[in-house]
């Protein structure tokens, strides 16, 4: 299994980025995908999901703000992101996730290496 995350950068308060995370090793159209980050010396904060049939799902800090969207012929899912806030800096991990289990952010099989967010003026 690999997701490569890309997109990550340094943007203004209310830019935008567009975050990328490319799979393989594993049945992407059928496997339910997150993103979610972390600042140091905090834990992993759930952002976003999407469902193998697209439904989707946001953290309440980040919703009217993201949007996360899935390109199952490509394996790749996407996190758009708006209207940026100093407080969204973070390293974004895309992960593999089991909201089936104990909801979303829960318990994740894999994740990738992360893109960097910074979000400053």
């Known amino acids: 299994v690999q997701l490569v995350e890309s997109g990550g950068g340094s943007v203004q308060p209310g830019g935008s980025l567009r975050l990328s995370c490319a799979a393989s090793?594993?049945?992407?159209?059928?496997?339910?995908m997150s993103w979610a980050r972390q600042v140091p010396g905090k834990g992993l904060e759930w952002v976003s999901g999407?469902?193998?049939?697209?439904?989707?799902y946001y953290a309440d800090t980040v919703k009217g703000r993201f949007t996360i969207s899935r390109d199952n012929a490509k394996n790749t899912v996407y996190l758009q992101m708006n209207s940026l806030k100093p407080e969204d800096t973070a390293r974004y991990y895309c992960a593999i996730d089991r909201p089936e289990l104990r909801g979303w952010g829960t318990q994740y099989d894999y994740w990738g290496q992360g893109t960097q967010v910074t979000v400053s003026s």
């Open positions: 999407i469902h193998s049939d697209g439904s989707t």
């Open positions: 090793g594993f049945t992407f159209s059928r496997s339910a």
